[in-house]
C-alpha cells in the first residue's frame, strides 16, 4: 500500500513552546489529508480535513487557533501546536487519501508530551 | 451522526484459534469499510478495505465481510498468532472515516 510519513514519531516540549508535526505521502498525491487525535485506550477522533491549497476544515471543538494546519502541496500537511499546555499531550495520527483511492493510509503517528 | 461500535472490547485466546471480531455502524450510507491494526504507540496499518459493493474481502488469514444493509462488518482472524495481538479498528467512510474504539486482541502463546 501507500506511504504516509510522519515526522516526528515523538516530541517532548516546555509548556507554550510550538510543535510542528509533518505528515507527507511519499509516492502519490494526497489532496485530502486529516489529523486525527488519540486518547489512551480511546478511538481516534478526527480533528480537522485538510484540503491541498485551502484552509482547512475544523471538527466542533477542535481550536483552530491552537492547532494550525497547512496543506501547502499534495504531498505535506503540518500541523502545528501553537502554546502548548500538558492538556494537549496526546497522540497525533495524520491520514492521506489519494482522490484516485479510496483507502485511507495513515502515518506512524506523534507521541506529544508537555511537560 | 454515524457511531461505529466494535464488540468485544478485549479478547484474548490461545494461539491457534479461530476468531472473529465484530464492528457495527448506524448509517449505511458509506462508500467502504477499513480494518485496521494499531500495535501499541503506533499509527494504524490497514488490513482490508471492502467497498459498499462487496460483501467481503481476503488476505492471506485475514476475512472480513460486509453486510451494508444491516450495519454490520465482522473480521475473522484464521489460526491466531502470538503476532496478531495488536488493537483492531474498524472505520466506515463517507465523507470522513469514523472509527470504532477497537477490539484489543491478544494471542497467547
Known amino acids: 500500500g501507500a506511504v504516509v510519513s510522519q515526522h516526528p514519531s515523538w516530541v517532548i516540549c516546555k509548556s507554550g513552546t510550538s510543535v510542528k508535526i509533518e505528515c507527507r505521502s511519499l509516492d502519490f498525491q494526497a489532496t485530502t489529508m486529516f489529523w486525527y487525535r488519540q486518547f489512551p485506550k480511546q478511538s481516534l477522533m478526527l480533528m480537522a480535513t485538510?484540503?491541498?491549497?485551502?484552509?482547512?476544515?475544523?471538527e466542533q471543538g477542535v481550536e483552530k487557533d491552537k492547532f494550525l494546519i497547512n496543506h501547502a502541496s499534495l504531498t505535506l500537511s503540518t500541523l502545528t501546536v501553537t502554546s502548548a499546555h500538558p492538556e494537549d499531550s496526546s497522540f497525533y495520527i495524520c491520514?492521506?487519501?489519494?482522490?484516485?483511492?479510496?483507502?485511507?493510509?495513515f502515518g506512524q503517528g506523534t507521541r506529544l508530551t508537555v511537560v | 451522526k454515524q457511531e461505529v461500535t466494535q464488540i468485544p472490547a478485549a479478547l484474548s485466546v490461545p494461539e491457534g484459534e479461530n476468531l472473529v471480531l465484530n464492528c457495527s455502524f448506524t448509517d449505511s450510507a458509506i462508500y467502504n469499510l477499513q480494518w485496521f491494526r494499531q500495535d501499541p504507540g503506533k499509527g494504524l496499518t490497514s488490513l482490508l478495505l471492502?467497498?459498499?459493493?462487496?460483501r467481503e474481502q481476503t488476505s492471506g488469514r485475514l476475512n472480513a465481510s460486509l453486510d451494508k444493509s444491516s450495519g454490520r462488518s465482522t473480521l475473522y482472524i484464521a489460526a491466531s498468532q502470538p503476532g496478531d495481538s495488536a488493537t483492531y479498528l474498524c472505520a466506515v467512510f463517507l465523507s470522513t472515516l469514523t472509527f470504532g474504539k477497537g477490539t484489543m486482541l491478544l494471542v497467547s502463546p
Open positions: 471492502i467497498q459498499s459493493s462487496q
Open positions: 485538510s484540503n491541498e491549497g485551502s484552509k482547512a476544515t475544523y
Open positions: 491520514s492521506a487519501r489519494d482522490i484516485q483511492v479510496t483507502e485511507a493510509f
